[in-house]
């Protein structure tokens, strides 16, 4: 008996399946070209795996932030916001973020993790609810681990579902706050977003929306499903984070709330660890600047996702959802799906894999994410590549001949 025994069955698994080849787990970018190109093993890959969906974290601008504001403010700061870690570009940045999503108060966070545990963990307690969708995000399901709110799951994506919850709940005096997604990061679908909004007034309820893979990617400025939908006005918490569209690491919240500021003394991922180093800070400003200032980027993302979607699509592949940056191949099996997943690093594609317990439903999923940063040429080589694997495997029963595709 030892200490690790509870993580027996998971190590089988894993032995398991190590057994037959290699696991994303293990694999090391050796080194990074581009914004799309790295390393892997001491061969060059397309990697269509990151959330680099604009290109940003190679952006010239931004890396130039970066090395500035090191030289000039060192490598990390060293303390918390509340204790010597507020540099004028963390207040900064918080300025700008509550300006581009046309809110007054921002708060920033050393990831998006960090950002969802904290403001929702603090915002309810006992006596209070959680609503949250069945596909959360993991962050969104370990914050109701770290309240006593009751945390209540409603159907994905399900409205109608939602309503029940919190008719039920009609009598309970306590608050509730309802917690969806822009886009799923499994599935890469989208929130039905004006439905739920309708659905948490009636309810008197908070609405908290994830913009983790739609800022960026979705509205016309690029703030998010929120502002596609029209209903930024009507959403109390937006939750962001800057490892995906703004290329570097850390998280936030906006929010209208004239109360929102009382969380820098009561939400604990906030005031105990350390803030953004300076870099980082420089860099998101910069990439923020260029969400703004560049609509071109988002242009080309989608170019380039109905370029792979409508090439899958063709194919035959079943894919997650409608067109959105995470495009997700759907598996029977969970051998097939890393049989393909090693086939294509070995042809020179790195894309994510999700596998059960991780994925709704208990799918395999291989999962790519397309970036702004690709090119029309690399888009091709992928889908080509996994039209080819998928016939040899099996799984693409209903191709239609590869000619047909222009694919030959
Ligand atoms: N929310 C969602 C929906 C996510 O997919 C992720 C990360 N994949 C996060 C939050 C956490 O973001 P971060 O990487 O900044 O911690």
Same mark, same amino acid.
């Given at each position: ?51 680099n969906y604009l290109g940003l974290a190679f952006d010239e601008a931004c890396i130039e932030a970066a090395v500035a504001a ?18 004028s570009d963390h207040v900064a940045l918080e300025r700008e973020l509550a300006a581009f999503h046309g809110?007054?108060?921002a708060?920033i ?106 800022m960026g990617v979705?509205g016309a400025r690029g703030c998010g499903?929120?502002e ?12 962001g984070t800057f490892?995906k569209s703004l290329g570097a690491?850390g998280?936030y919240?906006v ?21 953004l180093?300076p870099a980082t800070v420089a860099s998101t400003r910069a990439a923020l600047a260029a969400v703004q200032a560049r609509p071109e980027l988002r242009e080309k993302l ?7 979607? &409508?090439? +899958? %699509? #063709?194919?035959?592949?079943? !894919?997650?959802? *409608? ?6 191949? /759907? ?41 702004a ?6 888009? &091709?080589? +992928? %889908? #080509?590549?996994?039209?080819? !694997?998928?016939? *040899? ?6 191709? /239609? ?8």
């Amino acid at each position: 008996m030892g200490i690790f025994d509870t993580h027996a069955g998971l190590a089988a698994r894993y032995q398991a399946a190590r057994a037959a080849g290699r696991m994303p787990t293990g694999v090391v970018m050796e080194r990074l070209l581009s914004a799309s190109e790295a390393i892997i093993d001491g061969r060059r890959v397309v990697t269509a795996g990151t959330h680099n969906y604009l290109g940003l974290a190679f952006d010239e601008a931004c890396i130039e932030a970066a090395v500035a504001a090191v030289r000039r403010e060192g490598t990390g700061t060293c303390g918390s916001r509340i204790a010597n870690g507020s540099f004028s570009d963390h207040v900064a940045l918080e300025r700008e973020l509550a300006a581009f999503h046309g809110m007054r108060h921002a708060m920033i966070f050393s990831t998006g993790y960090q950002a969802n545990l904290g403001v929702i963990s603090t915002l309810v307690g006992a006596g209070d609810f959680l609503l949250l969708d069945a596909d959360s995000h993991a962050s969104i399901y370990d914050a109701c681990k770290q309240t006593q709110a009751g945390a209540i799951r409603f159907k994905h994506n399900d409205p109608d579902s939602l309503d029940a919850r919190l008719r039920r709940l009609a009598g309970e005096p306590g608050f509730k706050l309802v917690v969806v997604e822009g886009i799923y990061s499994m599935l890469g679908d989208i929130a039905p977003l004006k439905a739920i909004v309708e659905v948490c007034r009636k309810h008197g309820a908070y609405l908290l929306v994830d913009e983790a893979h739609s800022m960026g990617v979705l509205g016309a400025r690029g703030c998010g499903l929120a502002e596609r939908e029209g209903v930024l006005d009507q959403v109390d918490f937006v939750v962001g984070t800057f490892s995906k569209s703004l290329g570097a690491v850390g998280g936030y919240c906006v929010s209208n709330h004239e109360q929102f500021e009382i969380l820098r003394l009561a939400c604990r991922p906030y005031m105990f660890t350390a803030s953004l180093p300076p870099a980082t800070v420089a860099s998101t400003r910069a990439a923020l600047a260029a969400v703004q200032a560049r609509p071109e980027l988002r242009e080309k993302l989608w170019s380039n996702i109905h370029r792979f979607h &409508d090439a +899958l %699509s #063709a194919a035959g592949f079943q !894919l997650g959802a *409608a067109p959105s940056p995470i495009v997700a191949v /759907r598996l029977e099996s969970e051998a097939a799906t890393l049989s393909m997943w090693r086939a294509l690093l070995d042809a020179g594609y790195y894309v994510n894999i999700g596998l059960p317990p991780a994925t709704p439903s208990g799918e395999s999923l291989l999962r790519c994410a397309i970036s702004a940063g690709h090119s029309p040429a690399q888009i &091709d080589g +992928l %889908s #080509a590549r996994l039209i080819s !694997l998928a016939q *040899a495997h099996g799984v693409l029963p209903n191709a /239609r001949p590869r000619v047909a595709l222009g694919l030959a």
